[in-house]
T-cell receptor
Framework: GAGVSQTPSNKVTEKGKYVELRCDPISGHTALYWYRQSLGQGPEFLIYFQGTGAADDSGLPNDRFFAVRPEGSVSTLKIQRTERGDSAVYLC???????????FGQGTRLTVV | AQKITQTQPGMFVQEKEAVTLDCTYDTSDQSYGLFWYKQPSSGEMIFLIYQGSYDEQNATEGRYSLNFQKARKSANLVISASQLGDSAMYFCAMREIYSQGGSEKLVFGKGTKLTVNP
């Protein structure tokens, strides 16, 4: 597709379970970002990849959160032992090398019950 | 640390009129970029306009313009000739640029909900 694709669009999981959220960036974009948006708030940065490596993971809230991008394209955000406070919309964005604009996907709405 | 402040939780405007959405920022960086994104109810963040800290001219993109006042650290978005489809959340964001190995992350404000009335 032409834009950033995120799957699933919605995910409901039970407290304590493990979840994976997938992001397929725009083809050729080397930079990939994950953000988390809680209700009534702006997006908050989680992690930034340049190619396969995590250039900045300072936004990950704790060690239950982990993200990978093994081949420099698709990325997976992994959350272990989910808590109700993890409920939010998780947004992925990508940009080309040297590009100043990040293009966002439609997000995955995660609900932990 | 960078910080974005949007003081208007909600704004209302009549169709075809202009509206200004406020944004102030705080940073110690000399080189940075300012962005506005639109988020309709569908959830996607749509890029609207960009202003670099060294750009002398205010950015314009169609009906969108950015009123950049560097000394006041403000980057207000002006939407002219409002349309019903402009009703959405609007987020101001900033990013440090030309960082040496630093992050390319965006820092967002809390947003302003714009409602365009017919």
């Amino acid at each position: 597709g032409a834009g950033v694709s995120q799957t699933p669009s919605n995910k409901v999981t039970e407290k304590g379970k493990y979840v994976e959220l997938r992001c397929d960036p725009i083809s050729g974009h080397t930079a990939l970002y994950w953000y988390r948006q809680s209700l009534g708030q702006g997006p908050e940065f989680l992690i930034y990849f340049q190619g396969t490596g995590a250039a900045d993971d300072s936004g990950l809230p704790n060690d239950r959160f982990f993200a990978v991008r093994p081949e420099g394209s698709v990325s997976t955000l992994k959350i272990q032992r989910t808590e109700r406070g993890d409920s939010a919309v998780y947004l992925c964005a990508s940009s080309p090398t040297g590009g100043r604009v990040a293009f966002f996907g439609q997000g995955t709405r995660l609900t932990v019950v | 640390a960078q910080k974005i402040t949007q003081t208007q939780p909600g704004m209302f405007v009549q169709e075809k009129e202009a509206v200004t959405l406020d944004c102030t920022y705080d940073t110690s960086d000399q080189s940075y970029g300012l962005f506005w994104y639109k988020q309709p109810s569908s959830g996607e963040m749509i890029f609207l306009i960009y202003q670099g800290s060294y750009d002398e001219q205010n950015a314009t993109e169609g009906r969108y313009s950015l009123n950049f006042q560097k000394a006041r650290k403000s980057a207000n978005l002006v939407i002219s000739a409002s349309q019903l489809g402009d009703s959405a959340m609007y987020f101001c964001a900033m990013r440090e640029i030309y960082s040496q190995g630093g992050s390319e992350k965006l820092v967002f404000g809390k947003g302003t909900k714009l409602t365009v009335n017919p």
